[in-house]
């Protein structure tokens, strides 16, 4: 079983920046990819960025593409999700997760964190 422990969200304006963090207990080598959800109140969670933990290749959602970036850092175990330019559609609370396979649904997902909340006014 693997614990994914979030932390870095909060209360921001418009246009300033956040840096998430999802600490992974343990990271076993059968973990493919590390991934961040975001869900607002009403609204499906949606797939915004995600890792691959072997060869470290990325993706973003269109909406988050060009000012954020995800990194893992394997010392640490831990995954960070740098936002720049936070806008109030920004707003939501966000997941990490992690995949013994891809990361491109809700669904092939195997572990969640407990969600971290981001508003940005």
Same mark, same amino acid.
């Given at each position: 079983?693997?614990?994914?422990?979030?932390?870095? #969200? #909060?209360?921001?304006?418009?246009?300033?920046? &956040?840096?998430?963090?999802?600490?992974?207990?343990? &990271?076993? +080598?059968?973990?493919?990819?590390?991934?961040? =959800?975001?869900?607002?109140?009403?609204?499906?969670?949606?797939?915004?960025?995600?890792? +691959? *933990?072997?060869? #470290?290749?990325?993706?973003?959602?269109?909406? &988050?593409?060009?000012?954020?970036?995800?990194? &893992?850092?394997?010392?640490?175990?831990?995954? +960070?999700?740098?936002?720049? %330019?936070?806008?109030?559609?920004?707003?939501?609370?966000? =997941?990490?997760?992690?995949?013994? @396979? %891809?990361?491109?649904?809700?669904?092939?997902?195997?572990?969640? @964190?407990? #969600?971290?909340?981001? *508003?940005?006014?």
């Amino acid at each position: 079983h693997v614990q994914l422990v979030e932390s870095g #969200g #909060g209360s921001v304006q418009t246009g300033e920046s &956040l840096r998430l963090s999802c600490e992974a207990s343990p &990271l076993p +080598f059968s973990i493919n990819c590390l991934a961040y =959800f975001r869900q607002s109140p009403g609204q499906e969670r949606k797939l915004v960025a995600h890792i +691959f *933990t072997m060869g #470290g290749s990325t993706w973003y959602d269109a909406s &988050l593409r060009g000012r954020s970036t995800i990194s &893992l850092d394997k010392s640490k175990n831990t995954m +960070f999700l740098r936002m720049n %330019n936070l806008k109030p559609e920004d707003t939501a609370m966000y =997941f990490c997760a992690a995949a013994r @396979g %891809n990361c491109d649904t809700v669904g092939q997902m195997h572990y969640w @964190g407990q #969600g971290t909340q981001v *508003t940005v006014s």
